[in-house]
């Protein structure tokens, strides 16, 4: 049975950082491609980075302030967040990527506010 537990949310201030740490369960962690998706109220569910042997994915919008790393021997995955803006304000979920029958974790939020 596939588990994920996400944490390390909060509230910071614009220009802060954050590190998201999501912990997996359930499924041989090395061997899957992993991944970061947030949701932002009254907005879609959106792709932010994935992670896999063969490199890492970022959208567009968080390029080059965010780095996604994983710990195979923790079965862990981490999104560092750097210069976060009001607009990077959501509640983010891990999830094996692209696997749309896991079941998604109760998310982590994160509020960028001054």
């Known amino acids: 049975q596939v588990q994920i537990v996400e944490s390390g949310g909060g509230l910071v201030q614009p220009g802060g950082s954050l590190r998201l740490s999501c912990v997996a369960s359930?499924?041989?962690?090395?061997?899957?491609?992993m991944s970061w998706y947030r949701q932002a109220p009254g907005k879609e569910r959106e792709l932010v980075a994935t992670?896999?042997?063969?490199?890492?994915y970022y959208a567009n919008s968080v390029k080059g302030r965010f780095s996604i790393s994983r710990d195979n021997a923790k079965n862990t995955v981490y999104l560092q967040m750097n210069s976060l803006k009001p607009e990077d304000t959501a509640v983010y979920y891990c999830?094996?990527?692209?696997?749309?029958?896991?079941?998604w974790g109760q998310g982590t939020q994160v509020t960028v506010s001054s």
């Open positions: 999830r094996r990527y692209p696997i749309d029958s896991d079941p």
């Open positions: 359930g499924f041989t962690f090395s061997t899957y491609t």
């Open positions: 992670i896999s042997a063969g490199g890492r």
